[in-house]
C-alpha cells in the first residue's frame, strides 16, 4: 500500500441527513438545557467538537461550562442518533465505483472527518461502504481537522506499515478541508460537490479541484493510479 487516500465525508462522499443536525438538538437541551440547532452558525468544514463550543458560546456559555459536559454531550449524540428515525442518507454519484477500484488497486484508504466516530462509521456501514476505509482521523478524536489528518496517517504507518513520502491525498469539499491536508504537507483535492466554489478550494490551497466523482479515470490519473 505505497498511496494513502483520505475523504472527507459529508457533501464529499455523501449528502446526509437531517438526523445528524438533529442529533446536535436533542444532545443541546439533554446535557446543557439550551433549545439550539447548528444551523445558527456556518458549521460546513467544522469538527462536531467545533460546532458543540460555537453554538453553545453563540448561546451564552462559556468554554468551561462547555468542556465540562463535553463528553457527556458527545455520548447524547450518538445515542440520539442512532435512535432517529429519519438518518436517511445517499452516495453521492462516482463514490462507489470510485472506491472499488482504490481498493482492488490496493490503495490504503481512510477518513479524516469532523463527524464523531460512531456517526461517521455507522454512516459508512449503512451505504455498505465502511469496509473501504482501515484508517481514519475523526471528530471524537480531536477539535482540529489538521490534527485529524496526522492522526490518520499515524494510523496508516503503525498498523499498515505504511512510508510517509509525498504520497498522501485528501478530498475535500470545503476550504478547511483544504488548510488542513496543506498545513499536515499533504496533497488537497477539492470536491464542488458542497457549498464552496473551485475558487474558493484553490485560495484554500487545493492542489486541484474537480467537480464530482463520475470522472473516474480522470482522478485515478490525478493520484498517479
Known sequence: MSKLVLFDIDNTLIKSSRGHKAAFSIAFKKIYGIDASINIIQYSGMTDQQIIFEVLKLKGLDEEKIQSKLNLCIKEMINAWKSLNDNEIFILPGVHKLLEILFKEHFLLGLVTGNLEAIARDKMKRLGINHF?????????????T?????????AQSNFNFILSNNVYLFG???QDMRAAREAEIIAIGVTTGIY??????DAGADMVIDDFTNTEKILNDISI
Not at 476505509?133 to 481537522?145: A, L
Request: aromatic share 6%.
Open 133 to 145: 476505509f482501515k484508517v481514519g482521523g475523526f471528530g471524537s478524536e480531536h477539535i482540529n481537522r
Open 147 to 155: 490534527e485529524l489528518v496526522k492522526i490518520a496517517i499515524n494510523k
Open 173 to 175: 469539499d470545503a476550504p
Open 197 to 202: 466554489t473551485k475558487k474558493q478550494l484553490e
